[in-house]
């Protein structure tokens, strides 16, 4: 399907610093290291109600990613999913008497929009289920031939499983403990109660055809993709021998992004799908962790409706580190729209092309240690506070070009490369 337009991702001079993440595999910060080309894949929505402000944030805090992978000279293939086909999915059109796919393409696109607004950089490849099931067929014919996927002793639905020892060394990349597993297999889509499994955490793979429910034809007998295979096939189909980075909320670690590498391993008899295993905090309002079922979301169209820029958006999600579970509230966006406002007084008032340069390296350090936006935006506080000037700018909307000293073009540029915030 196709991407959103790619923003205006400027060249910034001056020296890069080499990218370090957390891998949630090995549990430390270590370099990332790709080749000339890096490649990314990140978990993308399943389009059955509108993108909240804590997707925002997960997608926001990838395209730091990005950025940086582009400012240290790489070339980046980006892919993202779109898990048009599911139960929510069906459930939600079929109780709103819609079609499924007429559901899926209108979030979708509510979805590209905020994206855009965001000036999140888009995948090279926006890839639905719906257009991906070939590939998907094709991976679980060749786990079942390997002996790595097997169907259930159901003659009326007879579901096909990846068992959970299919590689001699699952649970790596979350690192749970069996308890943990247990309980967020159940609680994220599992069914450790379906009878004929032969191990309860065994991942389904191929769900075969219900009534009622899509299903596509299949060698093994019609039905539709399972989750975790979905990803691991399109992933792997578009990133082989460049896998550095597989992304996506830490609610994703277990079982999906488990399996998604399982799979994939067992298929290959490799010993590691991606390079770098990374997982973005889950951002709750107000203390309370958003939720459909509370209610409590806020929505990125609705804020920038109101009046409220996309950089003041990115800068309040800036305001606490990504790895963390972040809370949103409208203090964190007021902060942001004075931060705004202090950062652009600034650099329509500097001509300290020294200090200039100062902060743009100050930038890049922090922002290459794992992604430290709070520190980033504590070394631009404080070259504001000292650049910047009490009198009164128009700081509602982007600077001009022409008004701006070098100094300032330069802190300007160094912000919308690597941070995605036009000043
Ligand atoms: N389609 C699957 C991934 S293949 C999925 O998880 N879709 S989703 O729409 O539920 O979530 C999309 C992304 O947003 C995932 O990376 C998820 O971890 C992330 N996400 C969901 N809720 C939050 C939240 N409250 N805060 C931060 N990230 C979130
Ligand atoms: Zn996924």
Known sequence: MHSWPQPDVPALSGDCVELQLFDTADQCVRPVRPAATAGMYVCGITPYDSTHLGHAATYVAFDLIHRQLLDNGHAVVYVQNVTDVDDPLFERAARDNVDWRELGDDQTTLFRSDMEALRVIPPRDFVSVSESVDEVIAVVQQLLDKGAAYVVDDPEHPDIY????????????????????????????????????????????????????????????????????????????????????????????????????????????????????????????????????????????????????????????????????????????????????????????????????????????????????????????????????????????????AELSAAGEHVRTAFDALLGVRL
């Open 162 to 401: 990846a068992p959970i020892d299919a590689t001699g060394h699952f649970g790596y990349v979350s690192g749970y403990s069996p308890e943990h597993m247990r309980t967020f297999f159940a609680e994220r889509g599992g069914d450790p109660e379906r009878s004929g499994k032969h191990h309860p955490l065994d991942a389904l793979i191929w769900r075969a055809a219900r009534d009622g429910e899509p299903s596509w034809e299949a060698p093994f007998g019609a039905g539709r993709p399972g989750w975790h295979i979905e990803c691991s096939a399109i992933a792997n189909n578009r990133l082989k021998g460049i896998f550095d980075i597989q992304g996506g909320g830490s609610d994703l670690a277990f079982p999906h992004h488990e399996f998604s590498a399982a799979h994939y391993e067992s298929l290959t008899d490799s010993e590691r799908m991606a390079g770098h295993y990374v997982h973005a905090g889950m951002i709750s309002l107000d203390g309370v962790k958003m939720s459909k079922s509370l209610g409590n979301l806020v929505f990125v169209h609705k804020l920038t409706a109101a009046g409220h820029e996309p950089a003041a958006i990115r800068l309040g999600i800036y305001s606490s580190h990504y790895r963390g579970d972040r809370d949103w509230s409208e203090g964190v966006l007021a902060r942001a729209e004075q931060r705004l406002a202090h950062y652009r007084a600034a650099v329509a008032a500097t001509t300290d092309e020294a200090a200039a340069k100062q902060l743009v390296q100050q930038l890049r350090e922090r922002l290459a240690d794992d992604l430290d936006t709070p520190g980033a935006l504590r070394a631009a506080d404080a070259w504001a506070s000292t650049h910047g000037t009490d009198d009164a700018v128009d700081s509602s909307s982007p600077l001009k070009d």
